[in-house]
């Protein structure tokens, strides 16, 4: 259990709710007018507190499949539900009110540098929206020690561990108090030791806080932590394993 754990916002809800699902779906990208399969026939879902590992070497189709769940793309063929929504039912609108659901953990932290740690955390909810203003601060502060950075609330990227920005990212991520966060190669560029210890915060956030985890990883380890395993090839699913129930 992460230091701050008690710390995590609560998600109320029934838990075995399915949050995620992926219906027979293909996506096909046309550069220069030659057609490229991302995906084929992918099917997939995920209920509230699971954490699902997409596994497959570059070129598989992972980060694909993440923003098809995340509303940054839509699929050639198939449906993709999420928390109930179909999102090739849902206009513009609909769709930017619905990602306030979803939180986004990238490779690359995706940090501001000149901003502090507590900024960072902070700008997602001016982005985002529909939280009162003064409920800001107590959100970043609870959310900087469930990953066990308070004390480094007014440092910058520069200053911080690779660890510890991947840290940050995820406490950005938390803070809008997200139904579903969708991780991409999150511990690709840290160390077995750091990378272990941001796979033990997100097992946290479904175990304590009912979040809903996709992430994709080519990493064994990193799948370990896993309830679900999706292996992918060439943009289809070939297996899926049950990492945690072995």
């Not at 980060?63 to 050639?76: A, E, Q, V």
């Not at 985002?128 to 609870?142: F, H, I, M, S, T």
């Not at 380890?221 to 049950?242: K, M, N, S």
Request: hydrophobic share 40%; charged share 20%.
């Amino acid at each position: 259990m992460i230091a701050g754990a008690s710390h995590i916002p609560s998600i109320s809800a029934q838990t075995n709710t399915r949050m995620i699902a992926v219906e027979q779906v293909d996506r096909v990208f046309n550069p220069n007018g030659r057609e490229v399969v991302a995906l084929r026939n992918v099917s997939l879902e995920a209920s509230r507190g699971r954490f699902v590992a997409l596994m497959g070497p570059s070129g598989s189709g992972k980060t694909t499949l993440l923003n098809l769940i995340g509303g940054l793309d839509r699929p050639s063929a198939g449906t993709v539900t999420v928390a109930g929504q179909r999102l090739d039912s849902l206009n513009t609108q609909a769709l930017a009110i619905l990602r306030r659901n979803i939180g986004f953990i990238f490779q690359s932290f995706a940090l501001t540098p000149t901003a502090s740690a507590y900024e960072n955390v902070e700008l997602a909810l001016r982005i985002g929206g529909g939280v009162p203003r003064a409920e800001w601060d107590g959100r970043v502060l609870r959310c900087l020690a469930a990953v066990g950075l308070a004390e480094r609330a007014n440092h910058r990227p520069y200053e911080l561990s690779g660890g510890q920005q991947q840290r940050v990212a995820i406490a950005r991520a938390l803070v809008t108090r997200p139904q579903i966060i969708l991780a991409d190669e999150p511990t690709g560029d840290l160390d077995s030791r750091t990378g272990e210890r941001v796979l033990g915060v997100l097992r946290n956030l479904c175990d304590h806080a009912g979040v809903t985890l996709l992430m994709a990883t080519h990493d064994p380890v990193a799948a370990a932590f896993a309830d679900d395993l999706y292996r992918l090839r060439d943009g289809q699913i070939i297996a899926i394993e049950h990492p945690k129930n072995k």
